[in-house]
Antibody
Framework: QLQLQESGPGLVKPSETLSLTCTVS??????????WGWIRQPPGKGLEWIGN???????YYSPSLKSRVTISVDTSKNQFSLRLTSVTAADTAVYYC?????????????????WGQGTLVTVSS | SALTQPASVSGSPGQSITISCTGS?????????VSWYQHRPGKVPKVVIY???NRPSGVSDRFSGSTSGNTASLTISGLQAEDEADYYC??????????FGGGTRLTVL
């Protein structure tokens, strides 16, 4: 059974860089039918898509975060990572990693079918 | 959000409710692959509908999805207490951008 687990600091200072890693177990990150994504949810607010990465390295980012976000993948470790620079209190949120099922049986799909448990990251001095 | 949902809906057990998800009229043709997620408090979001109207294995057939014009809809029939949650629509655009709606709080009375 596929599992995703986020890891990283729970507290980041303003203006610094938020770094999280998602470890995938029970399946390969190099599966051709999937992208891997990051989504966040600020306290009391809705879900916000951050970006996706394919195992081969192609990336897609939210236009509102694109200037500050980098998503990378390490297939040897079955992990993908998020870096968000110059954080402010507005970046305080629960951060989820998830698998995006984008293609199957000659059909494009584009939905998140597996999620990590989420990790709360607080931006505060 | 480029996808607009009502902030809240409510219904009594056994009733049916519908949650709408409206794309901006200027670019609605750019929205594809609508999916819907159920997010219960303290739980992980769970997909209940993908590709507009398809149900993943294990999701109750009380959940159904459709589109009309620039609006996608999620209908839950035979409302149950366990359906109380936040629901989010999502769409993948022609520019490879994914967007979520603002979310709808479903209250089962």
């Amino acid at each position: 059974q596929l599992q995703l687990q986020e890891s990283g600091p729970g507290l980041v200072k303003p203006s610094e860089t938020l770094s999280l890693t998602c470890t995938v177990s029970g399946g390969s990150i190099s599966s051709s039918n999937y992208y891997w994504g990051w989504i966040r949810q600020p306290p009391g607010k809705g879900l916000e898509w951050i970006g996706n990465i394919y195992f081969a390295g192609s990336t897609y980012y939210s236009p509102s975060l694109k200037s500050r976000v980098t998503i990378s993948v390490d297939t040897s470790k079955n992990q993908f990572s998020l870096r968000l620079t110059s954080v402010t209190a507005a970046d305080t949120a629960v951060y989820y990693c998830a698998r995006l099922h984008y293609y199957d049986s000659s059909t494009y799909l584009y939905y998140f079918d597996q999620w990590g448990q989420g990790t709360l990251v607080t931006v505060s001095s | 959000s480029a996808l607009t949902q009502p902030a809240s809906v409510s219904g009594s057990p056994g009733q049916s409710i519908t949650i709408s998800c409206t794309g901006s009229s200027s670019d609605i043709n750019d929205y594809y692959y609508v999916s819907w997620y159920q997010h219960r408090p303290g739980k992980v979001p769970k997909v209940v509908i993908y590709d507009v109207s398809n149900r993943p294995s294990g999701v109750s057939d009380r959940f159904s999805g459709s589109t009309s014009g620039n609006t996608a809809s999620l209908t839950i029939s035979g409302l149950q207490a366990e359906d109380e949650a936040d629901y989010y629509c999502s769409s993948y655009t022609s520019t490879s951008i994914l967007v979520f709606g603002g979310g709808t709080r479903l209250t089962v009375l």
